[in-house]
Antibody, heavy 128, light 111 residues
Framework: QVQLQESGPGLVKPSQTLSLTCTVS??????????WSWIRQHPGKGLEWIGY???????YYNPSVRSRVTISVDTSKNHFSLRLRSVTAADTAVYYC????????????????????WGQGTLVIVSS | QSALTQPASVSGSPGQSITMSCTGT?????????VSWYQQYPGKAPKLMIY???NRPSGVSIRFSGSKSGNTASLTISGLQAEDEADYYC???????????FGGGTKLTVL
């Protein structure tokens, strides 16, 4: 059974870089059957997809954060990481990682389609 | 403002059935059969309940079902139980550059 676990600092100063890692256990991140996503939830608010990475290193980011975000993968450690630069208080949120399903039919690819499982989440507060 | 519209709250009594909606556009809900639903308890991670509009992952109760008509998807919970009280979020693939959108969530109260 695949499990995901987020790790990283819970407090980041404004203008600095938020860095989180998601470690995958019970399965290989090398599986071409999935993307691997970061999703965040602002306090008391809904969910916002940040972006995904494929095992080969291909990425796609939400345009709302595209200029500040990098997602990378280390298949040897079976983990993937999030870096969000120039953070402000608006980046305070619970950050989740999730295995991400996509659908490939013929020459077309559709996804992300659904997220399962999710990590337990980690709260990151941006404050001086 | 979320891309998909969900009612802020719904409620029902134990044993009853409830249906909550998730309204989008022809670019997301209406255009693709890639709607998913998530259950979230306070302080916990979301859990996948329905994928591809109406499919239930292994281990999810058969009391949960999903459907879609036009630009609106629905989640129905039958035989409501106290443990169903949670927040529910819908999500859909979209042809826009954001590729995936979520609803703002619906808080289900079991009376």
């Amino acid at each position: 059974q695949v499990q995901l676990q987020e790790s990283g600092p819970g407090l980041v100063k404004p203008s600095q870089t938020l860095s989180l890692t998601c470690t995958v256990s019970g399965g290989s991140i090398n599986s071409g059957d999935y993307y691997w996503s970061w999703i965040r939830q602002h306090p008391g608010k809904g969910l916002e997809w940040i972006g995904y990475i494929y095992y080969s290193g291909g990425t796609y980011y939400n345009p709302s954060v595209r200029s500040r975000v990098t997602i990378s993968v280390d298949t040897s450690k079976n983990h993937f990481s999030l870096r969000l630069r120039s953070v402000t208080a608006a980046d305070t949120a619970v950050y989740y990682c999730a295995r991400t399903h996509y659908d490939s039919t013929g020459s077309s690819t559709f996804g992300p389609n659904w997220f399962d499982p999710w990590g337990q989440g980690t709260l990151v507060i941006v404050s001086s | 403002q979320s891309a998909l519209t969900q009612p802020a709250s719904v409620s029902g009594s134990p044993g009853q059935s409830i249906t909550m909606s998730c309204t989008g556009t022809s670019s997301d809900v209406g255009g693709y059969n890639y709607v998913s639903w998530y259950q979230q308890y306070p302080g916990k991670a979301p859990k996948l309940m329905i994928y591809d509009v109406s499919n239930r992952p292994s281990g999810v109760s058969i009391r949960f079902s999903g459907s879609k008509s036009g630009n609106t998807a629905s989640l129905t919970i039958s035989g409501l139980q106290a443990e169903d009280e949670a927040d529910y979020y819908c999500s859909s693939y979209t042809s826009s550059s954001t590729v995936v959108v979520f609803g703002g969530g619906t808080k289900l109260t079991v009376l």
